[in-house]
């Protein structure tokens, strides 16, 4: 008895022990999937930020002098200006190209099913009711009736 009792022991210890080398990988960051030129360029972006904030603080402190300010500003933000610039147009190239084509060819597949699939909805009720099929006079397109062998109105021979 004790000892089924301690081979039960045993073996929960040694599934708790192994577990975690069982379970499946741990899903990705999704900072890891992110470009990382793109993430350096966000902490760039930050850091510029950062750098105008502290200098609109150097000025209200009388750090900076009203001209070292707007100097130091017009620099910090044209720098700002290009990495949002590079930042957009990193973005923008974050879809691949194959991918937009591949939505389209899907999109477009669907489009082409769903108007090749109307006609059959159409139709089939009719043939299975077996709706005799209209014919028109070949030469004057009058309606005929379904055992004409001549047409009513011109007198064209029709089949
Ligand atoms: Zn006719």
């Not at 603080?57 to 290009?82: C, H, M, N, V, W």
């Not at 990495?83 to 147009?89: Q, T």
């Not at 030469?139 to 047409?151: E, N, T, V």
């Amino acid at each position: 008895m004790w000892i089924i009792i301690a081979f039960f022991l045993f073996l929960l210890a040694g599934i708790i022990i192994l577990l975690p080398f069982f379970r499946p990988f741990a899903p990705v960051e999704p900072d890891d999937a992110v470009d990382p030129k793109l993430l350096a360029l966000y902490t760039r972006r930050d850091q510029l930020y950062q750098a105008i904030r502290e200098a609109k603080f150097d000025l209200d402190t009388g750090k900076l002098s009203p001209e070292d300010y707007e100097r130091q500003i017009t620099r910090l933000k044209r720098q700002a200006a290009s990495v949002l610039k590079a930042i957009d147009k990193r973005e923008a190239n974050l879809v691949p190209p194959e991918w937009n084509e591949q939505i389209e060819e899907q999109v477009r597949a669907e489009r082409r099913g769903r108007t090749a699939a109307r006609p059959v909805m159409v139709t089939a009720p009719a043939a299975a009711a077996g709706a005799p099929q209209v014919r028109y006079c070949p030469q004057c397109g009058a309606r005929l009736k379904p055992g004409d062998r001549f047409c009513p109105a011109c007198g064209a021979r029709v089949h």
